[in-house]
């Protein structure tokens, strides 16, 4: 039997990745990010990157829970779609785990950020880097990434 892509069995399970501490200042984005993988048909795992309440959340665990919490969702995930914009260790983190285990990554920056050379640099085949100019545009390269898995 011929093996079936991700994406016709079900829909690609995602890692969401975006700027918790270092800054949620693109709250708005993540939510939009979250919203149109999920009318994409993919499931959204770390779908508390995208929750206004989540700082409340995370105040109530250890920083332990919060690490077995993300590497266990990650690990579960077909691909990682990181938000570089805002500089964060976490998503660096989380980025660099991907790749080692062999989980397609997709980073995503506003045109003007000053990503980090280690992620622009990466000439990987599982990394792809693209900015995106507005919200259609980060749409159009979300839905496009999910339906290339």
Not at 92 to 109: D, Q, S
């Amino acid at each position: 039997m011929e093996k079936m892509r991700v994406s016709e069995q079900r829909g690609p399970k995602i890692f969401l990745s975006g700027s918790i501490r270092g800054g949620r200042q693109l709250l708005d984005t993540y939510r939009l990010m979250c919203d149109t993988l999920e009318e994409a048909g993919a499931e959204v795992l770390s779908w508390h990157v995208a929750d206004p309440e989540l700082e409340k959340t995370e105040m109530r665990m250890t920083e332990e829970e919060i690490y077995i919490r993300d590497m266990g969702l990650l690990m579960k995930s077909d691909a990682l779609i990181a938000e570089v914009t805002v500089p964060s260790t976490g998503v660096g983190y989380e980025i660099c785990r991907a790749l080692v285990k062999g989980i397609p990554v997709l980073c995503l920056h506003s045109p003007d950020a000053a990503v980090s050379a280690m992620v622009l640099g990466n000439p990987g085949p599982l990394l792809e880097v693209r900015a995106y100019p507005d919200k259609a545009s980060l749409q159009k390269i979300i839905i496009e990434f999910i339906k290339a898995l």
